[in-house]
């Protein structure tokens, strides 16, 4: 069974301090997609990013970064230099690949960020 | 891309009663999901939406309680009957498999907010 494990429930730090949120996964296929969602106060669903397991590049947008690593089962995100409009709780997500690419999502339990001034 | 619309936004409901949500896709989808996020909670799969036939419903999750329709390629629904106080929720429709050309993501509508009193 797929499982995603975001073991740190809850983050406070000072703006412009760089956080990482961890992500450990858990599946038997050697296909699939890891995600990473915001969600800000409001409720939405933010999409932050797609990886397929088949590309293990680091990737960097802005101050927003991700460290993925097969060998260790782990997807890990970070926020340089943080502010404040970052304070939310944010998902590591896992899905089945299916013939019509990812499909439905495994969630982690979330990490509630929350960026002090 | 895909852009989902969900009805209602938000309601306060009386136990007992049931609510139907309306998930709209402004494109043709293959594949459409049901998700639960409990207050504080992370996401849950409660069931893929399947046209012209029933839904595949995870454990936990039975078609009495959360009856499912998908009409056609661009809309459904999810009815929440018999609510109770523990089905206070934001449900959440999301998407995949976009026609005519699917780019393998998935899209999450802004979800709705039920308080069942």
């Known amino acids: 069974a797929q499982k995603v494990t975001q073991a740190q429930t809850e983050i406070s730090v000072v703006e412009k301090e760089d956080v990482t949120l961890d992500c450990v996964y858990e599946?038997?296929?050697?296909?699939?997609?890891l995600f990473w969602y915001k969600q800000p106060p409001s409720g939405e669903l933010v999409f932050l990013i797609r990886?397929?397991?088949?590309?293990?590049q680091n990737e960097i947008s802005g101050r927003y970064s991700w460290n993925f690593q097969k060998s260790t089962s782990s997807f890990n995100f970070t926020i340089t230099a943080s502010q404040v409009v970052d304070s939310a709780v944010y998902f590591c997500a896992l899905s089945e690949p299916g013939i019509q690419g990812a499909q439905k999502l495994v969630f982690g339990q979330g990490t509630r960020l929350t960026i002090n001034p | 891309s895909a852009v989902i619309s969900q009805k209602p936004s938000r309601d306060i409901c009386q136990r007992g009663t049931s609510l139907t949500i309306q998930c709209q896709v402004d494109?043709?989808?293959?594949?459409m999901f049901w998700y639960r996020q409990q207050p504080g909670q992370s996401l849950t799969l409660i069931a893929t939406?399947?046209?012209?036939?029933?839904?595949?419903?995870e454990s936990g999750f039975v078609i009495d309680k959360f009856p499912i329709s998908r009409p056609n390629l661009t809309f459904s629904t999810l009815t929440v009957s018999n609510m109770s106080p523990e089905d206070s929720s934001i449900y959440l429709c999301?998407?995949?498999?976009?026609?005519?050309?699917?780019?393998?993501?998935?899209?999450f509508g802004e979800g709705s907010r039920l308080t069942v009193l």
């Open positions: 999301s998407v995949a498999g976009t026609i005519p050309v699917n780019t393998g993501e998935l899209f």
């Open positions: 599946t038997r296929d050697t296909t699939y997609y």
């Open positions: 990886r397929n397991s088949f590309d293990e």
């Open positions: 494109s043709q989808v293959t594949m």
């Open positions: 939406a399947n046209q012209g036939s029933e839904a595949t419903y």
